[in-house]
């Protein structure tokens, strides 16, 4: 609790005191002992610390204030303002027993007991004190009886004014300004501050306040009036309380207004002494700028929480407000609609319908009959009846068959129940139910009415009938907010993934480089740290530090290379950087030397910390895929998934993506928007039409020369490497004709790897020579020889992780351009595999509330498939069933879970028949054998899939090689926990939980599922067991895994930037050479 000290103002003596003067610090009420000063005569001490000014003497009389110390209240800023009332002029004291004959005693109360900081409790001390000395240097040794710090009391303070006189008289002789009582200020003590106004600025001013901080004026400002002493020379006063947390005060005084007394210009200060200094103040002040924030936002989100209640509770009311005008409205239209309806109902009509019985009401079951003779339906083999209620305003709400009577041919009937809420029944007859009925007898456009018995009055159901349309507009807008709701949560959590995401792409380098403040904001300092232990500078007895910004482009060129220090923390080097309002980028690298020798320059891609705040912003690239696979148009693998995917996280970057695609005419065209035809060019003696729309929200331009070499009906198999030459050179074709002059050219696998030559050898010296080529290999079984010739020719090249790139670094097509090769993870599209927002599940779930939705989503895959109901786990398969996933191990995790009590789903199929055969038949045996258990469903089923994904416990993935792997990326996405084979990208993205937790950390991860190494059946055990294990003998832990899982990021966030910075590193030596 922060509280002010209410400042004094002695008052007038009537003479001096006496030269033998007896202080006591005496307490009003409880259990204090008491202080009593002996001043036997004078020696020279000096009891208060000189600012700059003095003053002359005058006799003052002592004050009392009366203080009640509270609970809690140690002051965190200045001392508390005592009530006002509590001031006496004077109090004289007599007792023989303490003091000699002719000896007075002068009473004084300080408002804060505090302010006797000299004395020591316990000890008792004496002085002579010399009454007719004058000097400043004289102090009073006093005998001070111990005071116990009690709570809730109170005490006086009876204090000789004559030391104070003097230290005024001796100042003012100085021509000091300021003086403070007593000469050392320390911390959680009271001080008094004197200003002689005469010597100050503030000579004419009838008010003084003073102003200050502690600890250079960045700790609790104040502000406190002073008061006039009475003392002579002009002084004014008042009383301050130090906190604990001083070092120093800083202060300046002024008259309320503009007029200041701040030594000139250079403000007063006071040291303190205490726990605090300088160093131990900064940890301090951050951590407490660190709560103060911390409480700033908390105040924040709750008003804006309290103001979103009262919007929601305004937008609720005017909502119900609109919904009850609405639903008056929409009944008084009902009402005069069925008044026209009612001119046209009747009990029958002559030898075409009747009903029995011919009144009824609202929910009766009634027979209604109808004659086809010399009807439209008089040659038709089925009659139904299509039917509704009070003029079909809730559309159709009958529909029953009508069978031929016994007694006659012609007329036909079917049993109907009434809607409750009817007053005109509504219905035409049909040859056949909704959707397939071709003839319709409908009395001639007018329909057939019939009327309703009603039990209440015409005005009471219309007051009714208006309720029920509220009610109904009520659950829709209800519906319509939740769908909302759910929308704007989706891009919440959307977001947050992403922040963790840069997060974590800012951490990702730590173990060799990171920033303090981790992000760097423009116009800020900032200081690099850097372990060259794990670099190629490892044992260099000098590190230097070169810096630019904006990729090295920055107006002012890189800063002067700055020998980098030690850190202090034993491994890290240091180097502070002052970052320009314009940057948008740092760049740097790491030498042996100033003038350069080796250098760390992280492979040839530089390290880039993202500068955040600043003025300008990074110019978006020009980025075209040429591809042949797009999903969801044109998808056959998963080269099409990375397609769509990637370009869509770099385009959310800030980035502009265009993708040029065969104009196929097998194309999925209903997910094209806006699918027009734009242009047409030539290509030698082909003419090339050019139509363009969006997908997913990305631009695509679709080729279709006319020479129909793309219209066979399928994406593969009809002389594909002709045809997707020819396509790659249209693309090259279309963006020179064009004009367009895109950064980056990123072609993907054989199909689109001739882009690669024929850019450089035809089409880069021609108008598009700041492109720069990327290579990704998907697949390395086919194309070998466009693959071996692309790298050749790319700029960059990757592949789908990055442990794949090392396993597949001695392939002779890869091996001569490992220089410019590296590989960066696939992701999955988190809006087409989202547990949140999945049609194909029962219950919509996040990492909150993972057990229950998986449970809801095993319940309804065991129903689904006919599974018994058990407190089993259930390991899920989703696989194609190819030698590469390893069949065999397939077939192995599946009889080992049964005989661990487990269950098992595997949905997938086999191009091989020899494959798909076996399975059938281990499907028949299983099935036959443990047929509550086990389900092999061997066919591609997608929305079974996502309910594998959500009810399975573990997926199981035992590939044999996999270069990235999606199925292990979903099941975490799932909350699913995937169990895995040491291999390519499964090796990159599952972490065991009791082998990788150092390699996870690295990562900047938690470990998320069980590995195995051998391609064995003891390999699948070791992973397998430990998996079930888990399950059974820790649910809470094995509960939090699932969470884990769901919360780490596997989209398209961290590949896109890893992209990002390989197009960048692509452009380099293009923009160092322009600048």
């Not at 007898?441 to 009603?454: E, G, K, L």
């Not at 907010?481 to 951490?507: D, I, S, W």
Request: glycine share 6%; net charge negative; aromatic share 12%.
């Amino acid at each position: 609790m922060e509280i002010a000290l209410h400042p004094w103002r002695p008052s007038f003596c009537e003479g001096p005191p006496p030269g033998r003067t007896r202080y006591r610090i005496r307490s009003i009420v409880g259990p204090f002992g008491q202080f009593t000063m002996h001043h036997k005569g004078f020696t020279r001490n000096r009891l208060a610390h000189c600012m700059i000014a003095g003053s002359g003497y005058s006799s003052m009389c002592p004050r009392r204030i009366f203080l009640t110390k509270t609970k809690d209240s140690t002051p965190k800023g200045y001392a508390w303002r005592p009530q006002e009332g509590i001031f006496t002029r004077r109090k004289y004291q007599s007792d023989p027993k303490e003091r000699g004959a002719g000896s007075s005693d002068i009473s004084c109360a300080f408002s804060s007991a505090e302010f006797a900081n000299e004395i020591r409790v316990g000890e008792v001390q004496e002085t002579a004190f010399d009454p007719e000395s004058r000097s400043s240097s004289n102090a009073a040794l006093r005998q001070v009886d111990k005071l116990e710090h009690v709570e809730g009391q109170s005490y006086e303070v009876e204090f000789d004014l004559r030391l104070l006189e003097e230290l005024a008289k001796e100042n003012f002789t100085r021509g000091n300004k300021v003086f403070v009582v007593p000469k050392l200020a320390k911390s959680d003590h009271v001080i008094e501050v004197f200003l002689n106004r005469s010597f100050s600025a503030l000579r004419d001013e009838p008010e003084i306040l003073i102003k200050g901080a502690f600890n250079g004026w960045r700790w609790n400002l104040f502000v406190e009036k002073l008061q006039k002493t009475g003392l002579p020379g002009d002084w004014w006063s008042c009383q301050l309380y130090v906190p604990k947390e001083a070092y120093r005060i800083d202060f300046v005084f002024f008259n309320g207004g503009d007029v200041y007394e701040n030594n000139d210009s250079r403000d007063f200060f006071i040291p303190v002494e205490g726990t605090m200094d300088e160093g131990s103040f900064e940890d301090f002040f951050l951590e407490e700028t660190r709560k103060e924030r911390e409480k700033l936002a908390a105040e924040q989100a709750e008003r804006e929480r309290l103001a979103e209640e009262q919007r929601q509770k305004e937008e609720e009311k005017a909502a119900n407000e609109a919904d009850r005008a609405q639903a008056k409205v929409d009944a008084e239209k009902k009402r005069e609609a069925l008044h026209c309806v009612m001119q046209f109902a009747r009990t029958s009509l002559e030898n075409v319908w009747y009903i029995e019985p011919n009144i009824f009401k609202g929910g009766d079951n009634i027979r209604v009959h109808y004659n086809r003779s010399s009807r439209p339906l008089e040659h038709a083999t089925e009659i139904w009846i299509h039917g509704g209620h009070n003029s079909w305003s809730d559309g159709l709400s009958v529909v029953e068959r009508l069978f031929p009577s016994k007694e006659n041919d012609d007329w036909w009937y079917a049993d109907v129940v009434v809607p409750s809420w009817a007053i005109v029944l509504d219905w035409v007859f049909a040859d056949g139910p909704p959707q397939k009925a071709k003839l319709y007898d409908n009395n001639c456009f007018q329909d057939f009415h019939a009327i309703v018995s009603n039990c209440m009055s015409e005005e009471l159901f219309w007051v009714e009938e208006e309720n029920r349309i509220y009610r109904k507009l009520q659950e829709e807008r209800k519906l319509k907010e939740a769908v909302h709701r759910k929308a704007e949560k989706v891009a919440r959590m959307k977001a947050e993934t992403k922040e963790r995401t840069m997060r974590m792409f800012l951490l990702s380098q730590k173990h060799v480089v990171y920033t303090k403040p981790l992000e760097v904001r423009a116009g800020s300092t900032v200081t690099v740290l850097y372990n060259p232990s794990n670099t190629v500078l490892s044992g260099k007895p000098e590190v230097w530090f070169r810096c630019s910004f904006n990729r090295w482009t920055h107006h002012n060129g890189s800063l002067q290379p700055q020998k980098m220090g030690n850190a202090g923390n034993g491994s890290h080097l240091s180097a502070t950087v002052k970052v320009p309002m314009d940057a948008y980028m740092m760049d740097f690298v790491f030498s042996e030397r100033e003038d350069g020798g080796i250098y760390d320059n992280r492979n040839g891609m530089d390290y880039h910390i993202p500068v955040f705040g600043g003025i300008l912003k990074e110019p978006p690239m020009h980025i075209v895929h040429i591809a042949v696979e797009m999903a969801p148009i044109a998808k056959v693998g998963g080269l099409g998934d990375v397609v769509t995917s990637l370009s869509r996280a770099v385009k959310d970057l800030g980035h502009n993506v265009d993708i040029i695609l065969p104009k196929y005419d097998c194309l999925n065209l209903s997910n094209v928007e806006g699918f027009h035809f734009r242009q047409t060019f030539a290509l030698r003696e082909t003419e090339v039409k050019v139509w363009f729309g969006k997908v997913e929200g990305l631009s695509v331009y679709f080729l279709e020369p006319e020479n129909g070499m793309f219209c066979v009906g399928c994406i593969y198999g009809r002389n594909d490497e002709d045809r997707f030459r020819f396509f790659c050179h249209a693309a090259l074709e279309f963006l020179l004709q064009r004009g367009s002059r895109p950064d980056i050219l990123h072609c993907h696998d054989w199909s689109s790897a001739p882009v690669a030559w024929l850019f450089k050898e035809h089409y880069m010296h021609y108008g598009m020579s700041n492109a720069r080529v990327i290579f990704t290999i998907h697949n390395l079984e086919f194309g070998m020889h466009h693959i071996s010739k692309a790298m050749t020719y790319a700029d960059k090249a990757t592949t789908v992780s990055h442990t794949y790139s090392k396993e597949v670094s001695g392939h002779s097509a890869i091996s001569p351009h490992l220089y410019k090769f590296r590989g960066i993870l696939n992701g999955i599209d988190p809006d087409i595999w989202n547990p949140y927002n999945d049609n194909f599940i029962p219950v919509s779930y996040t990492s909150e509330n993972v057990v229950e939705g998986k449970s809801a989503a095993k319940e309804a895959l065991r129903q689904r498939l006919g599974l018994r109901r058990t407190n089993n786990p259930l390991v899920g398969i989703v696989t194609r069933l190819t030698v590469q996933k390893g069949i065999d191990l397939i077939k192995h995790a599946i009889l080992r879970t049964l005989e661990c009590n487990g269950q098992v789903v595997l949905l997938g199929s086999a191009p091989d028949p020899r494959i798909q055969n076996d399975f059938v038949n281990l499907a028949n045996q299983l099935h036959s054998s443990h047929g509550d258990c086990i389900r092999l469903c061997l066919k591609y089923d997608e929305p079974l899939s996502h309910l594998i994904y959500a009810g399975a416990d573990f997926i199981v993935v035992p590939s044999l090689f996999e270069p990235c792997g999606l199925t292990q990326l979903i099941a975490m996405r799932y909350g699913s926990i995937p169990i895995v084979r040491k291999t390519g990208g499964l090796y990159d993205t599952v972490f065991d939980v009791d082998n990788d937790k150092e390699r996870a950390q690295a990562q900047g991860l938690e470990p998320n599922g069980f590995s195995f190494d051998r391609a064995d059946s003891d390999g699948v055990d070791y992973a397998l067991k430990r998996a079930i294990s888990a399950w059974f003998d820790a649910p809470e832990w094995f509960n939090s895994l699932c969470k884990r899982v769901m919360e780490q990021d596997w989209s398209w966030n961290r590949p896109a930037l890893d992209y990002l910075e390989l197009y960048h590193s692509a452009r380099q030596v293009e923009l160092v050479q322009q600048g």
